[in-house]
């Protein structure tokens, strides 16, 4: 779960990424030394070794462990509060939790086997698909932000006295006649009453071929006027457009998660 900006979220999240990442592998090199036990035998003269390794091990997963398992756990607990319900993030919060608790135990005691390794590379990976979730969402937003920016802020307006005048996009109702012309974009949908010539609707398709456009053709907001002179009646403004639906189906699928996903 993101919580606040997505972009420093996914800073945040990198910048413990990268020094866990480190923590992580010296945890591993002290924890595959003693996996060595299972092949050799130290006898009583390694027990000191062992002692060492296995505190080693405690120390650098000990930060690592404060590092992700804290905000994991938040937002457990958040989620809890709020919905009622237990995430992936309560599993993994507990497991990694647990298995930290019992390590620091038989590291004291000298009784059971120690998990730092488990615990740290859970958190690890989970932290990456954290990391990648908040970077989903930084790029969400940025084409959220530039199918917004292709999208005119005024248009030209025809009256019913044939006078042209600029005005906000806002000020547009259905039944308007707006004319655009060439290398301009077009600030809502539309039906071309007049003229010809090729649109640019990558911004709504992803084609990047400009198709013919005509009296009677459907013509949509941020879309843009190639080479021809129209004349357009409007038919959808505000989020009736197709690029307020884009903008809001955007919007869903990176707030909310599908049933599959939960």
Same mark, same amino acid.
């Not at 005005?167 to 004319?179: F, H, K, P, S």
């Given at each position: 779960m ?55 091990a ?55 086997n ?5 615990t ?54 259905? &039944?308007?006649?707006i ?15 007049? &003229? ?9 398709? &992803? ?14 907001? &941020? ?40």
């Amino acid at each position: 779960m993101i919580h606040g900006d997505p972009t420093e979220e996914a800073r945040n999240t990198l910048s413990r990424l990268m020094l866990n990442a480190f923590l992580g592998m010296a945890v591993m090199g002290a924890s595959l030394t003693l996996y060595s036990e299972l092949f050799y035998t130290w006898g009583e003269s390694g027990a000191g070794v062992r002692s060492l390794l296995q505190l080693i091990a405690m120390l650098f997963a000990t930060p690592a462990v404060l590092l992700l398992a804290l905000p994991i756990l938040e937002d457990a607990i958040l989620t809890w509060n709020v919905y009622r319900r237990l995430t992936m993030n309560a599993l993994v919060a507990i497991g990694s939790l647990s298995a930290y608790g019992i390590s620091v135990y038989a590291t004291f005691t000298g009784r059971g086997n120690i998990y730092y390794e488990t615990t740290v590379m859970i958190l690890l990976l989970v932290t990456v698909g954290r990391w990648l979730d908040a970077k989903t969402q930084v790029e969400g937003n940025k084409a959220i932000e530039e199918l917004l920016a292709a999208s005119p802020t005024e248009a030209s307006l025809i009256g019913q006295d044939g006078v042209e005048q600029r005005v906000a996009v806002e000020q547009l109702i259905v &039944g308007n006649t707006i004319r655009v012309r060439p290398g301009e974009s077009f600030a809502v949908d539309g039906q071309i009453l007049a &003229g010809e010539g090729s649109g640019n609707e990558a911004s709504i398709t &992803g084609e990047a071929t400009p198709a013919y456009k005509g009296v009677g053709g459907l013509v949509y907001a &941020g879309t843009l006027n190639v080479d021809g002179g129209f004349t357009v009646e409007v038919t959808q403004v505000g989020e009736d457009r197709v690029m307020g639906k884009l903008v809001r189906l955007l919007d869903e699928a990176r707030l909310h998660r599908s049933p599959i996903e939960q």
